[in-house]
């Protein structure tokens, strides 16, 4: 990323037929594990598509390890809530991974009422020789057992399995936006419109309320919670972010109830820009701790910002992802696109940041040399080594040839989740119902 931040090569991309994709196909989550080497889907019709990074081969150094499926399995269901005559969707709105303990992998997925963990583990054995079975499995008759045999494992094809372990229902009102598994790894928290619940992973019966912002008269409701995450380190301190573009910084040691903030985040509004998408713009649709826990990046609809911990009154970096939009606001409240909610995230060692826009268009920041390139995730350059060029918007005046014109842009195709390997150059955005992953240019 140092020299080039723009030549990055197309390691390879999981593209699902066009003509076949459905509503269910888009994906709606991407994330990879704490070493890298499994990423998780999550889709709208509920499935979760898990990846490995194949091992390097001896004769082939200069090739990295590919991701290939792993493991496929449906994580939710669509359901009805009969008393509120409710539908409730099956999408995957989240995947957190757990730290792997031992061989098995674990996860929470959620939609917007249900968490679930799941155990994703490796079988290449079978018991064979039952005393009371058969080898189908049905049970044999007790009068033709003669002798005591001894089961014994047998070889098998291997097999990878994914097990629901814990269900961790009906504790929200309101739509799930984020889950955070906490440091301690012992409790986790979901987060919706108006509450914050924390959550023990042995205990699926019960939660603890940490935030509640519901008024007691709805009608006086002025903001709803858009994301909240766990500090990297610290298990007591957590941030959540509202819709008026505010973050709190909160402290579970002070009170149970985290009702009041240890930290209030707020950058006060350039009267000049005021204008009636003011309030639309402003709201944040995702915060996320920079991996040494000094930093907290939020993301709204025109802008990234870095806010540095021991400074509330204004971000101490502001990155402008697509400003050719702001004349655009009009349109994009009609099309509904202007609240599409975008996320963003840090590379392993916190000094580049990407975040989606539309058109297939991917953003990165460099935060060292304050260099950005745009980048497009599409069909087109996704031929596996390809180099992806960076990209120009015009905006009015003359056109160069290798630019785009902002009214030439397509919005139907937006990058809304992306992810960045913990540790190497590695990073995987989601474009509508195609997975593509790209690695940076290997000499």
């Known amino acids: 990323m140092e020299e080039d931040i723009d030549t990055r090569k197309i390691n390879n991309s999981f593209l699902r037929d066009h003509s076949y994709a459905t509503e269910a196909d888009i994906i ?21 598509v898990i990846f490995q990074r194949e091992q390097e081969s001896k004769n082939q150094s200069h090739r990295r390890g590919e991701y290939n499926v792993y493991s496929t399995f449906q994580s939710h269901e669509p359901e009805f809530d009969y008393l509120k005559s409710l539908e409730i969707e099956e999408k995957i709105n989240k995947i957190r991974w757990l730290p792997q303990q031992n061989a098995a992998y674990f996860l929470l997925s959620t939609n917007d009422k249900t968490v679930k963990l799941w155990k994703v583990s490796e079988r290449d054995k079978r018991p064979e020789g039952y005393n009371l079975k058969d080898e189908d499995g049905r049970l044999r008759d007790p009068s033709m057992i003669t002798m005591l045999r001894v089961p014994v494992l047998r070889p098998m094809d291997l097999m990878v399995e994914a097990t629901p372990r814990r269900v961790f229902a009906n504790a929200h009102t309101y739509h799930i936006n984020s889950i955070s598994v906490n440091s301690d790894y012992e409790t986790y928290m979901s987060a919706d419109d108006l509450r914050i619940n924390l959550w023990n992973f042995e205990i699926i019966n019960q939660s603890f309320n940490i935030v509640d912002i519901k008024p007691a008269n709805m009608e006086e409701l002025t903001e709803v919670i858009t994301a909240a995450e766990f500090h990297p380190h610290h298990c007591n301190t957590f941030v959540y972010s509202s819709s008026k573009g505010t973050i709190r910084l909160c402290d579970m040691r002070a009170s149970a109830l985290c009702d009041r903030h240890s930290k209030f985040f707020e950058e006060p509004e350039d009267p000049s820009n005021r204008s009636f998408f003011s309030e639309i713009i402003s709201s944040i649709s995702d915060v996320k701790f920079s991996h040494s826990g000094r930093y907290i990046m939020t993301r709204d609809y025109l802008t990234v910002k870095v806010w ?77 080594r390809a180099i992806l060029k960076p990209r120009k918007v015009c905006v009015g005046g003359k056109r160069r040839k290798d630019e785009i014109s902002v009214d030439s842009l397509d919005f139907s195709k937006k990058i809304l989740h992306t992810a960045w390997h913990p540790s190497e150059n590695i990073i995987a955005v989601a474009a509508t119902n195609n997975l593509y992953i790209f690695q940076d240019k290997v000499n």
């Open 28 to 48: 709606s989550t991407v994330e990879f594990n704490h070493t890298g080497e499994l990423l998780a889907t999550g889709d709208k019709g509920g499935r979760v």
């Open 308 to 384: 540095d911990l021991n400074m509330e009154n204004r971000p101490i970096e502001t990155y402008q992802v697509h400003d050719y939009l702001r004349s655009k606001l009009c349109s994009l409240y009609e099309n509904d696109c202007i609240f599409d909610k975008f996320e963003c995230v840090w590379n392993g060692s916190d000094s580049v940041i990407m975040t989606g826009s539309y058109n297939n268009f991917f953003r990165m920041f460099d935060r060292n040399t304050k260099r950005d390139v745009t980048l497009e995730a599409s069909r087109e350059n996704s031929k596996p």
